[in-house]
T-cell receptor, first 114, second 115 residues
């Protein structure tokens, strides 16, 4: 089955700097890659996603890149702010049999230092 | 937007008792819901896929007799932790796929179980 690895597990950056989180996946059939942000004690919230037919997607300060050949995708946050501090999870999903099962990475705890 | 309501948010029970957690999709129908378990500072581990009107599909290593899932309607899935023991203490989160043909998952607020 699918296996998703995520690095780093923790990341501290100064406010205003950029943060990059990387994930790799194992199943070449995976075709949808969302990123979720989870603040302490709250539910995960989708922040950006990318499908396998696209190499890059951007939404204001957040961008995601996908390299299908290498089976890895990355989250880029620019001009980080203290409110970006949270745990970020990547996931890989495939639509086979209509299941759209998500397999999550191990998470990255991002701390933005003011 | 689409909302998934999950109850209870917190539950404390004695060892050996059963606990039911409800997951409801508000304003949309969810033929498929997913149940995850999250240990402190760890990732979301998929436990099972709940299918409306049919049996749930469990991930490898998840005891189906321990974690009973029922998806009796298009808006409600329940997870029952039977004969709970301290090792079952965890954060359980449900999610539902929003929109036909779409992959986007929206999550419930989670239920923290303490046995």
């Amino acid at each position: 089955g699918e296996n998703v690895e995520q690095h780093p597990s923790t990341l501290s950056v100064q406010e205003g700097d950029s943060a990059v989180i990387k994930c790799t996946y194992s199943d070449s059939a995976s075709n949808y890659f969302p990123w979720y942000k989870q603040e302490l004690g709250k539910r995960p919230q989708l922040i950006i996603d990318i499908r396998s037919n696209v190499g890059e997607k951007k939404d204001q300060r957040i961008a995601v890149t996908l390299n299908k050949t290498a089976k890895h995708f990355s989250l880029h946050i620019t001009e980080t702010q203290p409110e970006d501090s949270a745990v970020y999870f990547c996931a890989a999903s495939q639509g086979t049999s209509g299941t759209y099962k998500y397999i999550f990475g191990t998470g990255t705890r991002l701390k933005v230092l003011a | 937007g689409a909302v998934v309501s999950q109850h209870p948010s917190r539950v404390i029970c004695k060892s050996g008792t059963s606990v039911k957690i409800e997951c409801r999709s508000l304003d949309f129908q969810a033929t498929t819901m997913f149940w995850y378990r999250q240990f402190p500072k760890q990732s979301l581990m998929l436990m099972a896929t709940s299918n409306e009107g049919s049996k749930a599909t469990y991930e490898q290593g998840v005891e189906k007799d321990k974690f009973l899932i029922n998806h009796a309607s298009l808006t409600l899935s329940t997870l029952t932790v039977t004969s709970a023991h301290p090792e079952d203490s965890s954060f359980y989160i449900c999610s539902a796929r929003v929109g036909s043909g779409a992959n986007v998952l929206t999550f419930g607020a989670g239920s923290r179980l303490t046995v």
